[in-house]
């Protein structure tokens, strides 16, 4: 069992930035894929980005050119950075591994583990 720990939410200005970070538990066997996923109350969850081992990654399109996903060399630790932050990003952001491919990283369903989340709150 892969166990995520996902830290850094808290709540900042309308244009204000955060980074988030996420720990792997174990190598990248289980988790090709790694991606942030967002929920905000009486909606569903939504992919915000993914970042496979291999480097590539892609954004959901309300976050294209203000959230970065990257990982470092060991790739035990996704980053979320996220810049000019807007009230409608406000939500618990939940960190996720698996092995999903192409379309299907869109969907919760397709990832094997997630993180407890982390609250991130816009005013």
């Known amino acids: 069992h892969v166990q995520l720990v996902e830290s850094g939410g808290g709540s900042v200005q309308f244009g204000g930035s955060l980074r988030l970070s996420c720990v792997a538990s174990?190598?990248?066997?289980?988790?090709?894929?790694m991606g942030w996923f967002r929920q905000a109350p009486g909606k569903e969850r939504e992919r915000v980005a993914t970042?496979?081992?291999?480097?590539?990654?892609a954004y959901d399109v309300s976050v294209t050119g203000r959230f970065t996903i990257s990982q470092d060399i060991a790739k035990t630790t996704v980053y979320l950075q996220m810049n000019s932050l807007k009230p409608e990003d406000t939500a618990m952001y939940y960190c996720?591994?698996?092995?999903?491919?192409?379309?299907?990283?869109?969907?919760?369903?397709?990832?094997?583990?997630w993180g407890q989340g982390t609250q991130v709150t816009v005013s």
């Open positions: 174990e190598g990248t066997g289980r988790r090709k894929c």
């Open positions: 996720a591994a698996g092995a999903p491919r192409f379309a299907a990283a869109l969907s919760p369903k397709n990832y094997n583990f």
């Open positions: 970042i496979y081992v291999g480097g590539s990654s």
